[in-house]
């Protein structure tokens, strides 16, 4: 199936085909009309094929297991078959002259369901629209063990979303024996990718952290007339953990592994891939929509949060965060200082404003010798960051029931969590949840996850460093450096821009943070700051038309929000056109022409859903006069003919699309100025 024209591009509209799981002879075929991944029951379970519907694309070369497990210290297969003529391709007549080991994991039966809640999540702000749980299919695939394995039930799960080319899978082992298992390493995906699709294929996982990376390609040994001499080609996608899991599995107990995300790309367009994968997180992590404004207020004094309160209020500003350094103590148990926090909530909830504030979760944190991550390489307190305390201590048990404790008591509505960047190990042997360095990695994970699972149940909003947005967090760094927010104002502002167009081909624009430095931060004295901001307002300015006019919600950090009246109704003009026009805002990003200052750059958000369709953001940053014609790409708009545009608030002018769907537009541009295009249909 190809689209021909915007009309049936799922990008652009909603795709009405539900996921599906169809039977047919010795085949089971998941399917919702932009891929198919299909397989076999007999000899063995496995896939045969998996195929983009739009490109009419198939990505394998060749069959493997579905799974691999290594139990005390034997690595095992869970399906897949055996005897492939040559690995460079899979003729379809072969497959039914392929055997199956019996050394392997065999099929027993599967269920078809729906997808289910994979956390928690309060709906307690605004959103674009979504169901949750996603629509889809779920494929449930039963494995008994190999003679050689005692009572050990495998389970292989396929998640196929409706209306995106999107399939997560994931393993859960099931120790139906009457004795301990040690599982020291899982693949939970391996994929002969041919050469045309590995880049068409991403894969993400939600076991992500810190820069940790579960997918790996390398090379495929069964692949023998490949043109690499040393047959080196990395075509081969598996998915594991970089590290054990390394537990041991009691009798009775069940181990679930990490979600594995596939999305099969219908394009090299690197935009269109950008579009692909934000989609994605709208579709399985919903909450990653929610974009309140929000001030990092400096000191969590009593008197200085009011006034934070107060200002955000008045400007529509609708969070304030105790930033690090404020003296915050998300960690109390004193009841007098649980009040006075309750107190500020309650003042901030009456004014329309939510309040929350930082920890510092265990990064770079001494929590005492018996409680610290070990480094295994000295045997001694260390990590990447000097020294973390390990979340899968008890120490953390604590921590996490002290702040919850704190929030429940307060009611309050945020937290930011500093790490726990916890791709830390820990090779300590007497800690309570992790047994030594195997299982140190996946524990700590569990602990983090858990927390954040109970701050959704809550519909505490998570601003955290890390990117556990498949978890239920909310949002990461944009692109972010701390230094950069040193640097002297003019740098700082064309660098932060370059930051939200270049991230934002990765992130919607509510998944991303930026900064702004109202008072000083890692130095860059004067130069660097915004206060007073009244004598600064042009570069004041500057941060807040790029961040609201890219839907990047920024931390603004210091005091106040306004020192004068003239200050006051910068920041509300811009908060204002935000609010004006907040959905298309919210919506996908085109990058048209990215920040060079050399002269006019320019982003484009489309929304073919909603009227206006698109508005694109122009900023001069040049010292002179800039004219140019700008050729707008319109395809994500919808628009195919004519064009409704106007400059700001000023009249609209009917402009022809050609045939590439792009339009043209002369533009003129004051030194140092900030505009925008509205564009609507011609209805």
């Known amino acids: 199936m190809q689209y021909t024209s915007q009309q049936n591009d799922w990008l652009i509209h909603p795709f009405p085909q539900p996921a599906s799981v169809e039977e047919t002879d010795n085949r089971l075929i998941l399917d919702n009309g932009l891929i198919e991944r299909t397989f076999v029951t007999s000899p063995n379970f496995a896939t045969v094929d998996y195929t983009n519907q739009i490109s009419g694309n198939s990505l394998l070369r060749?069959?493997?297991?579905?799974?691999?497990?290594?139990?005390?210290?034997?690595p095992f297969e869970v399906g897949g078959l055996k005897g492939q003529p040559d690995y460079a391709y899979l003729d379809s007549d072969w497959i039914s002259d392929l055997t199956s080991d019996p050394n392997t994991f065999q099929f027993?039966?599967?269920?078809?369901?729906?997808?289910?809640?994979?956390?928690?999540?309060?709906?307690?702000?605004?959103?674009?629209?979504?169901?949750?749980?996603?629509?889809?299919?779920?494929?449930?695939?039963a494995f008994s063990p190999p003679p050689s394995v005692d009572s050990l039930r495998v389970c292989v799960h396929y998640e196929l979303y409706s209306g995106i080319p999107v399939l997560s899978k994931w393993i859960a082992i099931h120790n139906e024996s009457q004795k301990p298992i040690q599982l020291d390493a899982l693949s939970c995906e391996i994929?002969?990718?041919?050469?045309?699709?590995?880049?068409?294929?991403?894969?993400?996982?939600?076991?992500?952290f810190s820069g940790m990376e579960t997918t790996q390609w390398g090379p495929d040994a069964d692949y023998k007339t490949q043109v690499d001499y040393r047959y080196q080609m990395p075509l081969l996608m598996t998915s594991r953990y970089p590290l054990g899991p390394g537990i041991l599995l009691q009798p009775g107990e069940t181990f679930k592994s990490f979600r594995t995300f596939e999305i099969l790309h219908d394009s090299d367009s690197r935009e269109r891939k950008g579009l692909t994968r934000r989609k994605m997180y709208r579709t399985v992590a919903p909450q990653v929509t929610e974009n309140p404004i929000l001030m990092h207020v400096r000191s969590a004094e009593?008197?200085?949060?009011?006034?934070?309160?107060?200002?955000?209020?008045?400007?529509?500003?609708e969070m304030v965060i105790m930033t690090f350094g404020s003296g915050f103590n998300i960690e109390s148990e004193d009841s007098e200082y649980i009040a006075t926090m309750k107190g500020l909530a309650d003042y901030a909830h009456r004014k329309g404003i939510q309040l929350g504030g930082y920890t510092l979760m265990c990064a770079s944190r001494d929590v005492g010798a018996d409680f610290n991550c070990i480094d295994p390489d000295t045997a001694k307190p260390g990590s990447r960051f000097g020294q973390s305390a390990c979340l899968a201590s008890r120490w953390a048990d604590g921590y996490s029931q002290r702040v919850l404790n704190f929030m429940d008591a307060t009611?309050?509505?945020?937290?930011?969590?500093?790490?726990?960047?916890?791709?830390?190990?820990?090779?300590?042997t007497t800690h309570e949840h992790h047994s030594g360095l195997a299982d140190s990695q996946l524990r700590q994970w569990e602990a983090c996850v858990r927390f954040y699972h109970e701050c959704r149940k809550r519909g505490i909003y998570i601003n955290s460093p890390d990117q556990y947005y498949l978890n239920g967090s909310n949002k990461c760094g944009m692109g972010y450096r701390e230094t950069n927010f040193s640097l002297p104002r003019e740098r700082q502002i064309l660098i932060a821009r370059q930051n939200i167009y270049d991230g934002t081909y990765e992130k919607t624009p509510s998944m991303g943070w930026m900064f702004v430095p109202l008072v000083e931060y890692h130095g860059g004295g004067a130069a660097a700051t915004f206060e007073p901001l009244c004598e600064h307002l042009d570069d004041y300015e500057s941060h807040l038309s790029q961040n609201f006019g890219s839907g990047v919600i920024a931390c603004y950090r210091g005091p106040r929000l306004f020192d004068t009246e003239q200050t006051k109704a910068v920041v509300?003009?811009?908060?204002?056109?935000?609010?004006k026009y907040r959905p298309i805002l919210e919506s996908d990003l085109i990058h048209v022409r990215r920040p060079d200052g050399r002269s006019i750059d320019c982003m484009l958000h489309v929304n073919a859903q909603i009227t206006p369709c698109g508005l694109a953001m122009l900023y001069n940053p040049t010292r002179t006069v800039q004219r140019t014609t700008l050729k707008l790409p319109l395809y994500y708009t919808g628009l195919s003919e004519i064009a409704k545009i106007r400059e700001a608030e000023g009249e609209f002018q009917h402009y022809k699309i050609d045939r590439n769907y792009n339009v043209e537009i002369p533009i003129k541009m004051e030194a140092k100025s900030v505009s925008y295009l509205v564009i609507e249909p011609e209805v």
């Not at 605004?126 to 749980?133: A, D, E, F, G, L």
């Not at 994929?191 to 992500?208: F, G, I, M, P, T």
């Not at 509505?413 to 300590?428: F, K, L, Q, S």
């Open 572 to 579: 509300k003009k811009w908060v204002d056109f935000y609010k």
């Open 191 to 208: 994929l002969a990718v041919n050469e045309q699709e590995k880049h068409r294929l991403h894969v993400e996982s939600d076991y992500a």
């Open 108 to 141: 027993c039966e599967y269920s078809v369901g729906e997808p289910e809640v994979p956390y928690p999540w309060v709906r307690r702000r605004s959103t674009t629209p979504s169901v949750y749980p996603p629509e889809g299919v779920t494929l449930t695939v």
């Open 411 to 428: 009611g309050m509505d945020i937290i930011e969590t500093d790490g726990p960047y916890h791709g830390d190990v820990c090779a300590a």
């Open 62 to 74: 060749g069959i493997k297991p579905e799974a691999v497990l290594t139990i005390n210290g034997h």
């Open 302 to 317: 009593p008197e200085a949060v009011r006034l934070a309160i107060d200002q955000c209020a008045e400007v529509g500003f």
